[in-house]
């Protein structure tokens, strides 16, 4: 499977690629909007004759701009390839029905750990191993607990909390609106924690419920046991 973040990298791509052209045109005076859309521009500019743009120049701009629009190609292969393992995964479909994780952190998640997450005795473990769980050190001689360590893989890691807090911003817009709580457990985590801090505890039990249906051969249901 796939190991970098397509969504990721493509925001991080698009806006240096955008940067740059918009960088080598402002140079000549010619000033480009932000925003990928305006790339389409680009063409225009190249063939206008009353611009000062040299003759190379034009020619580099869009061979840049073909080269972006191959790559966006290519993008577009991958992520139809996913989208296809994802529909022929049973266990990848079973994970993405979990809050806060989505197409791409369930096929990574398969991919990495495997359909029964073999390697990991427990949920908790698997949330340690992933650098989920706070670090602890002693003080005064009691035990307190750090930021999480951060140890394991970056990439699963970072896909967990980015779901985490779409959940956990859905869950305060719940509480504003002062709607029915979808997730008790939440609602009393956020009535006395950052949500930051509380996307990292949201992230960590989505783990452990990852593990729970993968080893044990289950279906997501919001009573399922994150151990």
């Known amino acids: 499977m796939r190991r970098s973040s397509i ?4 925001a991080i791509r698009d806006t240096q690629v955008s940067n740059h052209l918009r960088g080598l045109l402002s140079e000549y005076g010619l000033i ?26 034009r020619q580099l701009l869009m061979d840049m701009l073909e080269h972006f ?11 139809t390839q996913i989208r296809q393992w994802h529909r022929q995964s049973e266990a990848s479909r ?3 029905e979990i809050p806060g994780i989505g197409l ?9 750990i495997g359909t029964q997450a073999q390697g990991f005795v427990s949920g908790r ?8 769980v706070p670090r602890q050190h002693s003080s005064g001689g009691k035990q307190r607990l750090a930021h999480i360590s951060k140890r394991g893989d ?4 970072t896909l967990l909390i980015h779901g985490a807090r779409a959940v956990v911003r859905m869950c305060r817009g719940i509480q504003r609106r002062g709607s029915t709580p979808i997730d008790p457990w939440l609602e009393r985590l956020l009535a006395r924690k950052h949500p930051n801090q509380a996307a990292v505890a949201q992230a960590n039990r989505n783990a ?7 080893a044990n051969n289950r279906t997501y249901c919001s009573r399922v046991t994150a151990d």
């Open 208 to 214: 452990r419920i990852v593990w729970a249906l993968l």
């Open 154 to 157: 970056p990439y699963l890691r």
């Open 125 to 132: 473990h698997l949330a340690a191993y992933l650098g989920l």
């Open 7 to 10: 969504g990721s990298y493509t």
């Open 94 to 96: 079973r994970l993405a």
């Open 104 to 112: 791409l952190t369930a096929t990574a998640l398969v991919g990495y």
């Open 69 to 79: 629009r191959e790559i966006d190609r290519k993008i577009d292969v991958m992520e």
């Open 32 to 57: 480009l909007p932000q925003g990928i859309c305006h790339l389409a521009e680009i063409p225009a500019l190249a063939e206008d004759a009353t611009n000062e743009l040299p003759g190379v120049l």
